[in-house]
């Protein structure tokens, strides 16, 4: 292992019996230049730990700090904790956008400040801490760093679909209408469009990678044009 893993090591507060573990998860995909194409990397693997780790560390917390919250704040608190925003904004709290390692082309097409690749990279940290030393120090790094978000929200969030229909209760009118119109891409890799009606607004429509996360992007822009 290079001597800046070595100190960014340090910098997580845990020295690595195995040191290998946190190169891999330092080592973005794209060092394979094409080799490892449609392979999966211990990269990748150590990304589907962390990602198991890190959600059930958070629902331990939220399940203790707030005794008498119901399933559904919870579970909003949680998506809103774990998400892509984020653990982006984690990773470059503790130096993992400056560590990460990846290619000339990924770099220059802006990856090291890409949201998703941080998010990635910093659940691929914590597979490797949980690999390396189990769950105690997984935990350890994932409260840390996870309190002060907790801290931050003074109530659980309202996802956009739940923020859109409340926004029409309290107009008077009707509730939004989501209808797919399109799908794209391969069956196991799908892209879904789907709009929002909503009376008095004209159809917006938002892409994911299912129905849900597409009607979701789709409220979340009829918010931004409510807003506007």
Avoid at 164 to 188: C, D, F, M, N
Wanted: negative net charge; hydrophobic residues 40%.
């Amino acid at each position: 292992m290079t001597e800046p893993t070595v100190r960014f090591g340090e910098i997580l507060g845990h020295r690595f019996a195995r040191p290998e573990l946190l190169t891999q998860a330092l080592s973005h995909p794209s060092l394979g230049h094409g080799r490892q194409h449609r392979r999966v990397t211990p990269y990748e693997r150590l990304e589907f730990l962390g990602d198991r780790v890190l959600g059930l560390v958070v629902a331990d917390m939220l399940f203790h700090r707030f005794p008498d919250e119901p399933e559904g704040w919870l579970a909003r608190r949680h998506a809103a904790l774990v998400c892509r925003e984020t653990l982006a904004r984690v990773a470059v709290s503790v130096g993992i956008d400056a560590a990460l390692q990846m290619s000339r082309g990924e770099e220059e097409a802006g990856g090291r400040g890409n949201p998703a690749t941080l998010a990635d990279a910093c659940e691929a940290v914590i597979g490797a801490l949980y690999s390396d030393a189990g769950l105690d120090v997984a935990a350890a790094f994932v409260r840390a760093q996870w309190e002060p978000l907790m801290e931050e929200a003074t109530g659980p969030p309202k996802d956009a679909k739940t923020a859109l229909q409340e926004w029409a209760q309290g107009s008077g009118k009707p509730l939004p209408v989501y209808r797919t119109i399109g799908q794209e891409g391969p069956p196991h890799d799908p892209m879904f469009l789907v709009s929002v009606e909503v009376e008095g607004l004209e159809p917006v429509s938002g892409r994911g990678s299912s129905k849900r996360t597409a009607e979701q992007a789709a409220a979340t822009l009829a918010l931004e044009r409510l807003k506007g």
